[in-house]
């Protein structure tokens, strides 16, 4: 396991406008007073909407970030929790996708069950509060377990906490990840899998979150599954194979072709760049987000 992968379980453990906005009132608050600021809005064409994951650039500071997302024409951050939403309302930006409980120790065997769907709620609540859209989760590893009864315990879990995402106009995403190279033994390795899942708990507030790169290494084959899932799918992570860097012709996947594909479909979700820079890492990702707006 490499030092990004390390911080991003601990982090999960533990649409920029024309003026910038600040919160008031208690943390998530939907009453927003706006106020204005300089920055250089992008014009992209945004027929996919993007965003970012934090954790990939901890070292550059919060509202640093914030600036530099609204100047590329990002919509939201992903994976931070209510401290840093007060930031990205001041620049505009929502939060994507809010963390809950760990990566490895998930839904997937009952006696997890109680603490995971405790913070999947609370998660839950803080995300409607605040207007967000998501809410993440995970089957965590197998240990052992069987892929039939890891499935049916995660469905009888978020069976009991999918009606609370219904009525706060949550959607949960179970988030795709490889078990060949970063995350052994983890249980979502599959899209079938996690769709499954999907079509069992029933919900239109129940999805995947299909991360591009996890799934390039586990299956290939991005455009036509996307596709065939599309309904399923309600999130969406960047990354380019091998390495889990930068998106750009470096490395083997046709981003620009895959977000053509996406275009085509009803996804109306966020595509949310999920890459540990090599190099200077803004200007990574400002190259990200000017493949991907397509």
Not at 46 to 63: A, D, E, F, H, L
Request: proline letters at 3%; a neutral charge.
């Amino acid at each position: 396991m490499n030092k990004s992968e390390t911080t991003r379980r601990n982090i999960l453990q533990g649409i920029a406008g024309g003026t910038a906005i600040l919160a008031v009132g208690n943390l998530g608050s939907s009453k927003l007073i706006a106020q204005e600021v300089t920055v250089k809005h992008a014009k992209l064409k945004g027929r996919i909407k993007q965003s970012v994951s934090k954790w990939c650039y901890g070292k550059i500071p919060m509202k640093d970030f914030c600036k530099a997302c609204v100047e590329m024409g990002i919509g939201g951050v992903d994976l931070v929790g209510p401290g840093d939403w007060p930031t990205l309302k001041e620049f505009g930006l929502i939060g994507t996708c809010t963390p809950s409980h760990g990566l490895t120790v998930g839904l997937n065997r009952k006696e997890n069950h109680e603490e995971c769907l405790k913070k999947i709620r609370e998660a839950i609540e803080k995300t409607s509060e605040a207007g967000y859209p998501n809410v993440i989760c995970f089957p965590g590893n197998r240990n052992g377990i069987s892929d039939e009864e890891g499935a049916a315990n995660c469905i009888e879990a978020l069976k009991k906490v999918v009606g609370l995402a219904e009525e706060k106009k949550v959607t949960l995403i179970m988030e795709l990840l490889n078990s060949k190279v970063n995350h052994k033994d983890y249980q979502a390795d599959h899209t079938n899998w996690a769709v499954d899942i999907c079509k069992k708990v029933g919900s239109p507030r129940m999805k995947v979150l299909y991360d591009i790169y996890h799934m390039q290494i586990m299956e290939g084959d991005i455009i036509r599954t996307m596709k065939e899932n599309i309904e399923y799918i309600g999130h969406i992570h960047t990354g380019g194979n091998p390495g889990r860097n930068e998106i750009d012709d470096s490395q083997e996947i046709n981003y620009k072709a895959i977000m053509m594909a996406l275009t085509e479909t009803k996804y109306d979700g966020w595509v949310a760049h999920e890459f540990v820079p090599k190099r200077d890492p803004l200007t990574s990702l400002k190259q990200a987000v000017e493949i991907c707006d397509v």
